[in-house]
């Protein structure tokens, strides 16, 4: 059984830097063929693809949102996936979950129901 937890602070001013941390237990992040992603949903919206990041060569890819201010990465070895996120604004105040499926899922890895495995989500607060 997959399972992700998600951690990071909280709140945040705007121009500032974080990075959330999500620790998967159940599958080797840089061996089994996954895509490992960052989803968030603010209040009243959809949820939003922000960036993917995947089990081998660590193709990445980013919404256009957050392109050049989050990077997401991995560190296979203690089998967790990051998401930096630099120069926040307070647009990117949402519950971010961390999320995994396997390649080969049915429909397009941006888009949320693809995946198969959530975390619980971590609050982002950006506000003076």
């Known amino acids: 059984q997959v399972q992700l937890q998600e951690s990071g602070p909280g709140l945040v001013k705007p121009s500032q830097t974080l990075s959330l941390t999500c620790t998967v237990s159940?599958?080797?992040?840089?061996?089994?063929?996954?895509?490992w992603s960052w989803i968030r949903q603010a209040p009243g919206k959809e949820r939003e693809f922000v960036a993917t990041?995947?089990?081998?060569?660590?193709?990445?890819n980013y919404a256009g949102s957050v392109k050049g201010r989050f990077t997401i990465s991995k560190d296979s070895a203690k089998n967790t996936v990051y998401l930096q996120m630099n120069s926040v604004k307070p647009e990117d105040t949402a519950v971010y979950y961390c999320?995994?499926?396997?390649?080969?899922?049915?429909?397009?890895?941006?888009?949320?129901?693809?995946?198969?495995?959530w975390g619980q989500g971590t609050q982002v607060t950006v506000s003076l």
């Open positions: 159940g599958a080797s992040i840089g061996t089994k063929p996954y895509y």
């Open positions: 999320a995994g499926r396997p390649a080969g899922s049915i429909g397009h890895y941006s888009t949320g129901s693809s995946y198969a495995y």
């Open positions: 990041i995947t089990w081998s060569v660590g193709f990445t």
